[in-house]
Nanobody, 126 residues
Framework: VQLQASGGGLVQTGGSLRLSCAAS????????ITWFRQAPGNERELVSG????????YYPDSVKDRFTMSRDNAKNTAFLHMNNLKPDDTAVYYC????????????????????WGKGTLVTVSS
């Protein structure tokens, strides 16, 4: 599956953005979808993940209560709603998918993801 992330941009501290991840095929509906981010000099970091039906969604403490992930399988699209953005959220954001049913405890391992979209840059000014 091919993924395309979009929606990044420049926003002030406290602002909001919605990122989208569009998939190229209907099989997207059976995949686990994740969002990662990577800031300059840092490793790629998991910021959210959701199961194929959205029944379980994970957030690390760094974004919990500020970011919300959702998916619309009918439109082969996933979203990452980001509120109360902080300068530390500045990074390139990537969506990724994995076909195999892997436990959520392993979603942070970027090497397990099958497909990646090109990143979208989010810049939060102070």
């Amino acid at each position: 599956v091919q993924l395309q992330a979009s929606g990044g941009g420049l926003v002030q501290t406290g602002g909001s953005l919605r990122l989208s991840c569009a998939a190229s095929e209907p099989m997207f509906s059976s995949y686990t979808i994740t969002w990662f981010r990577q800031a300059p000099g840092n490793e790629r970091e998991l910021v959210s993940g959701t199961t194929w039906n959205g029944g379980y969604t994970y957030y690390p403490d760094s974004v919990k209560d500020r970011f919300t992930m959702s998916r619309d399988n009918a439109k082969n699209t996933a979203f990452l709603h980001m509120n109360n953005l902080k300068p530390d959220d500045t990074a390139v954001y990537y969506c990724a998918s994995v076909r195999a049913s892997i436990p959520s405890s392993r979603w942070a391992d970027a090497t397990l993801m099958d497909s990646w979209g090109k990143g979208t840059l989010v810049t939060v000014s102070s």
